[in-house]
């Protein structure tokens, strides 16, 4: 039921160094609240080289703050302007800033990086606490390896922007799955603002655009990296089991990701091309359209694609990566056991028999809501529902002085 909350402003950053994940789970929240209230806006701040590439609903906009790119080393730098990386984070930061002081969000949400890349957006944190703009920030169901996660936290001092800038944290998942914050010993005052929302479940767009290449009437294994940087073992696993085995139930069609190098790519098309039952794009911004039609999926595992395959309770099979983040392959782990997923293990080496092997059996695997788990599929719904209690309650929730520096 569509209700109204006029005027009301929702201000959404994503620091988007790389990928598609930030971006599209940002996307789908602003879509879900537009639509559940009339009469509120939403601008998203990116760092996303594509955003342009996806189209928004009325009354969401973006602003594209300029792009940086981790390197293998970890270290950042700029993505397309060949200047020093300290002179783009403060572009990014000034810009961050100032956006926030005009726009005025009633609600500002913060995706994944507390204080943003770099700390950038600790000062407008500060300057939005204290005028008594609702905060809050959102965290996908698993971040890393606990160990890890703590270390992180640690060195970017995480643990008292949580306590004194933020009112409410959004775990986008279910506790089922695993508590961040309990794992990296959060004192009790942080989780006590904790709330596990469900997955973000998604829709099929009301307008589809298509562009497969194949024949979608007829059954297919969907084959996707999401953003694709990183996806080359799969796709390499996935090649050499269509390229050894000409009985597998279902043609494939693989999407390469917008950020597969175009060398890599050029050597799967080549690959491909001397396959009758695989074909191959780069990229579809209505991943949707593809995921409902497909008979069943193989993917890496990362976090909007599983809610994906939960949404439209698809037969998937994972090979999540294990670097730079243990992410996926805890998440694979965790869904297997709920029976979920399959999970093949990289680490143990995709050989071309075990992949052949999940491939023929795929057609008779569970399906993800055979396993019949309470609220899996909440989140939007219950985001919306915060969203608008946070903004109607905020005339009445004096400002906050505390700040960090």
Known sequence: MTERLEKARVLIYSHDSFGLGHLRRCRAIAHSLVEQYKGLSVLILSGSPIIGSFDFRARVDFVRIPGVIKLHNGEYTSLALHIDLSQTL?????????TAEIFAPD????DKEPLGLKGEVTDTLNMLKRSGTRVVLGLRDIMDESSSLRSEWERKHVMPALRDLY?????YGIAQMGDP??????PPQLLAKTLFTGYLQRQVPSEPVLRAPIDLDAPFLLVTTGGGGDGFAMIDAILNAYETDTTLPYPALIVFGPFMPPAQQDEFLARVAQLGSVEAITFDSHLENLMVRAAGVVSMGGYNTFCEILSFNQRAILMPRTKPRAE????AARAAEFGLVKVLDP????????TIRALHELPHQPLPSDAEIPDLLDGLDTINQRVKDGIESRSTMPPVAQSIA
């Open 90 to 98: 403060k572009m990014r930061e000034s810009i961050i800033r100032h």
């Open 107 to 110: 609600l500002f949400l913060v």
């Open 167 to 171: 009112d409410e944290i959004w775990m």
């Open 181 to 186: 914050l309990a794992e990296v010993g959060a």
């Open 328 to 331: 996926q392959a805890i998440r």
């Open 347 to 354: 680490e143990n080496g995709l050989s071309v028999e075990t």
